[in-house]
């Protein structure tokens, strides 16, 4: 584990944290339980304003009931929060004023138009008349809805719901924006989108955001740094790069076209590496590997310096089910083809 | 901007919000004003004969249509406040109300929106089951401030029916009960004097039907439309409609402020 590395339960920074005035969001022994059902157990955040933060973990961790609770939604059942410097019990309002909240389930109007969406939200946060159309019209050119502005938003795709959602959440130039799995159900395109319009936000406006996901590839194409949340508990916490070096998962597996090449390609390696995983009937090698260019290029000159040509070469980058295998020893819940991984290892 | 402000801004938002929706869906309205519509025809044509024979005066089906306004103007208000739960709830479904309610607004507003765009969707109603009315042959020598009367009196009770109709629209968990909790308040002017004289009910019945809320109401209405006496109808009728319209609004409140996924 590398040092940034927190393990869960450990108290970090708490105490200093609510003074620290270049903190979005922090929170301090966040819990809440529905009933008998412990849904978040001790929970301390610390965002950095201008940062992008993603809480990542498989459904049920407990994710969306933390945004609901960071975004006044629903109340904590213990811990201490402070957001934009407000006390989430104490100052609701002067909270709301400054956050957005775009949630899973679209929050729009499906009787009203795009446009008239929007002027609700500019009418809701006393832009004026005058601002609230200029608002609205630059909204509309800017998330590629201007064309679908006067239809029902009834009729919208998934993807012009979920842009239609963020541009209400913009209305007011919220100045951090809680993301609850902003890509979830939308297709591979409508999802790339949604990334260059979430990067676009942060480099733009400088603005916070707190995302989730059950995506590592979305943690790491977006966020500074990521918590792993499961069952309710951090398990982990730090850049992409540091939570899949935990990962046993990354490697290159290179197959050899003859027992020579194998075993001279098995010598060359071990000369930097011990205990490759190998398979003399398959012929293959297993190498640790972040999977970047670079590293590949590397191993590829290594096996070219001692003329050792590799028949087949394929990478394999740890997904959330490795990170949670390596993070809690046991494969994430509620997937099947996790307890396959789990069994096949 | 006060805070004052801010929610009568807000609420005039939330009130345009609503509008909107039944600008949207005019033939919600007009499905709400076709309930009473049909209750006037069949009370008027199919019992009216009969019913008009017993009301006392000795009248026909012409003086029954007089007599059974106050119940089917009632039942018209009872109508539109069935179609408030039902919207009530299906907006709290929707994924807005979570937005709305992370929104540095007036928590009231959305309610306020719903009540004040029913009230408007009462009057609409109330024209159009008036006009029926007037069709087919109901006449009244009431004056213009008597009429005035009338539609303050309707208002009131409409205002108070309206904010326990959201009340039972927050507290249903489907949109389903909501359009059935509401129900009861459609059959209250057939338990009173909506539609035949208290006196001629069963001890028991005609003792609920002499001190419910609607009675008072249509006996108010009654009055003035037609001239009959108002007693102390018209004092019973503010206190009833104060009362089911704090206790309500109480209610509501209550239930829309507490935790979302407590639902």
């Known amino acids: ?345 | 901007m006060s805070s004052l402000s801010h929610t009568l801004a807000d609420s005039a938002t939330m009130l345009r919000r609503n509008l909107r929706h039944m600008l949207r869906y005019p033939s919600m309205t007009v499905l709400l004003a076709g309930m009473p519509v049909v209750f006037l025809l069949l009370f008027v044509y199919v019992f009216g004969g009969t019913l008009g024979a017993g009301i006392g005066s000795g009248g026909g089906r012409g003086e029954y249509i007089v007599y059974v306004m106050p119940g089917i103007l009632l039942m018209t208000v009872a109508a539109v406040a069935q179609g408030t739960a039902i919207s009530v709830a299906m907006d709290m479904t929707e994924g807005i109300i979570s937005r709305f309610r992370t929104m540095s607004i007036s928590r009231a507003s959305v309610l306020t929106g719903h009540v004040v765009g029913s009230l408007i969707q009462t009057m609409i109603a109330m024209v159009i089951v008036v006009a029926v009315a007037l069709l087919i042959g109901f006449r009244t020598g009431a004056t213009p401030v008597e009429w005035l009367a009338a539609i303050g009196i309707i208002a009131m009770i409409a205002f108070a029916v309206i904010w326990l109709s959201v009340a039972l629209g927050l507290v249903s968990k489907t949109v389903e009960s909501a359009s059935n909790l509401p129900m009861p308040l459609t059959l209250l002017p057939f338990l009173g004097s909506g539609f035949v004289p208290t006196d001629s009910m069963p001890t028991g019945l005609r003792w609920f039907a002499e001190y419910q809320p609607f009675t008072p109401v249509m006996e108010t209405l009654r009055g003035l439309l037609t001239g009959t006496e108002i007693g102390n109808s018209a004092l019973q009728t503010a206190a009833w409609s104060a009362g089911i319209a704090l206790l309500s609004y109480l209610w509501a409140r209550k239930l829309y402020n507490r935790d979302p996924a407590a639902r």
């Open chain 1, 1 to 345: 584990m590398t040092e940034n590395l927190t393990a869960a339960g450990v108290p970090r920074r708490a105490g200093s944290s609510a003074d620290n005035a270049s903190s979005a969001i922090s929170a301090v022994g966040l819990r809440k339980s529905y009933g008998e059902k412990l849904v978040l157990d001790g929970v301390d955040l610390e965002v950095v304003e201008g940062s992008v933060f993603a809480l990542l973990g498989p459904n049920g961790a407990g994710k969306t009931t933390a945004v609901q609770i960071l975004s006044t939604l629903i109340g904590a059942d213990g811990g201490r929060v402070r957001v934009a410097g407000h006390d989430l019990v104490g100052e609701p309002d002067a909270v709301r004023s400054v956050i957005g909240v775009t949630g899973q389930f679209s929050a729009v109007d499906g009787l009203l138009s795009g446009r008239e969406n929007l002027r609700l939200m500019a009418d809701l946060r006393h832009l004026g008349r005058a601002a609230g159309r200029a608002r609205t019209a630059e909204l509309l050119e800017r998330f590629d809805l201007a064309d679908a502005a006067d239809v029902l938003v009834s009729t919208y795709s998934g993807g012009m719901r979920r842009r239609l959602d963020l541009a209400m959440t913009l209305v007011g130039d919220p100045r951090l924006i809680f993301l609850d799995e902003p890509t979830t159900g939308l297709d591979p395109r409508s999802r790339r989108t949604m990334w260059e319009i979430i990067r676009g936000l942060v480099a733009d406006q400088g603005v916070t955001i707190f995302l989730t996901t059950q995506y590592l590839e979305e943690a790491d194409q977006l966020a500074d740094r990521i918590a792993v949340l499961d069952h309710g508990k951090l398990v982990a916490e730090g850049t992409a790069q540091e939570l899949k070096r935990l990962v046993p998962g990354g490697h290159v597996q290179l197959r050899f076209a003859d027992p020579a090449a194998f075993r001279a390609a098995v010598g060359a390696l071990s000369r930097t590496l011990e205990d490759i995983p190998r398979d003399e009937d398959a012929l293959t090698v297993q190498v640790p590997s972040d999977g970047r260019v670079r590293s590949l290029r590397a191993l590829l000159d290594l096996l070219d310096a001692q003329s050792v040509e590799a028949e087949e070469l394929s990478v394999h980058t740890p997904d959330l089910d490795d990170v949670f295998l390596a993070l809690t020893g046991r494969p994430r819940p509620s997937t099947d083809t996790a307890t396959e991984k789990a069994v096949t290892r």
